[in-house]
């Protein structure tokens, strides 16, 4: 289950994006997702150095990469985004 607290922060960044149209959304939900990979990746390097579970390891180590991989693409549309302010 989600705890309460994630759920009612998640639910409170929803409802800031829905005020925001045009450019102002698209950097939003940019910096938005930005922070969510940036905050996955490390809970899952964190995990990674913690745990003695085979198999978890597994797939943190398959996971990652990819994590990675959309956080380098996020940076470039937040680049993007930036220079067509």
Known sequence: ???VQERETAERKIDNLADKSGKEFDKGW???MLDMHKESIDKFEDRL???EDAELKAYISK???VLKKHREQL???EEKLEQNS
Do not use: D, F, G, V
């Open 63 to 65: 996971t990652l990469p």
């Open 49 to 51: 150095e913690a745990t």
């Open 75 to 77: 940076e470039a549309l």
């Open 1 to 3: 289950s989600i705890p």
């Open 30 to 32: 940019t910096s938005e």
